[in-house]
């Protein structure tokens, strides 16, 4: 795999993690959301009128299209496997931007993640 066709993945993965974030954050202001017949509506629209939402569903939607370019490069065994660094960076970032707990126990599963994503490029 090529610099440049690596780019496209990372991107394409960052751009997801940072989608991730971004909703969080829109959900923050909404609280739990417990959906009824009587309620989805207005939830939908308190949701569809924040601003971290709108963001996280535009990353999500140019890193798709990041994501197929980097996937007419690369064999989707490579490219679907490395998606695990998205986990890594959503964790950190969670605990970062969020204040979300990074537990030893979390740190040892990225760290096991990270392992395995680097024998992955390796081969």
């Known amino acids: 795999m090529n ?3 690596f780019g496209f ?4 993965i ?3 993690a940072f989608a991730q974030l971004l909703l969080k954050q ?7 959301i417990h959906l009824t017949a009587e309620n989805w509506f ?13 963001g996280g569903l535009t990353c ?14 690369v064999d989707v065994t490579i490219a679907y496997p490395l998606l ?6 959503n964790a950190i970032g969670a605990w970062y ?19 395995g994503v680097a024998l992955l490029v390796k081969s």
């Open 97 to 115: 931007f969020l204040g979300e707990v990074m537990s030893l126990q979390r740190m040892l599963a990225i760290l096991v993640i990270i392992v």
């Open 60 to 73: 999500y939607v140019v890193s798709v299209v990041v994501w197929i370019i980097g996937l007419s490069r």
């Open 84 to 89: 695990s660094i998205g986990y890594v960076v």
């Open 26 to 32: 829109g959900t923050k202001a909404v609280g739990a």
């Open 9 to 12: 993945i990372l991107t394409g």
């Open 14 to 16: 960052f751009l997801n």
């Open 3 to 5: 610099i440049g066709t």
């Open 42 to 54: 207005s939830i939908a629209l308190q949701l569809a009128t924040q601003l971290p939402i709108i």
